[in-house]
Nanobody, 120 residues
Framework: QVQLVESGGGLVQAGGSLKLSCAAS????????MAWFRQAPGKEREFVVS????????SYANSVKGRFTISRDNAKNTVYLQMNTLKPEDTAVYYC?????????????WGQGTQVTVSS
């Protein structure tokens, strides 16, 4: 079982930066692929970025490439999302998610979400 708690959201002006954190419980954090998703008002939840359990592989949505960076510290059981050059369209609730590293595993664990609002 993995419990995830996000933090770091807030209100920022367009062009600004925010860094989200996701703290995970459990001793096997290093065995999970971690990801960030987001959901804007009236829209479906969408994938933002993921990082493999080893940190060797990352995948970014085209909309955030070059602006967002995912990182993880397995010693601290924490994954981060550095968001730069924020745009109003980045406004959403951001969710941290985890899936076990074995092939075919889905994102079974989700945080409660943290609100990011980008003003124009």
């Amino acid at each position: 079982q993995v419990q995830l708690v996000e933090s770091g959201g807030g209100l920022v002006q367009a062009g600004g930066s925010l860094k989200l954190s996701c703290a995970a419980s459990g001793r096997t954090f290093g065995s999970y692929t971690m990801a960030w998703f987001r959901q804007a008002p009236g829209k479906e939840r969408e994938f933002v970025v993921s990082m493999s359990w080893s940190g060797a592989t990352t995948s970014y949505a085209n909309s955030v490439k070059g602006r967002f960076t995912i990182s993880r510290d397995n010693a601290k059981n924490t994954v981060y999302l550095q968001m730069n050059t924020l745009k109003p369209e980045d406004t959403a609730v951001y969710y941290c998610a985890a899936r076990y590293k074995s092939p075919g595993s889905g994102y079974a664990y989700w945080g409660q979400g943290t609100q990011v609002t980008v003003s124009s």
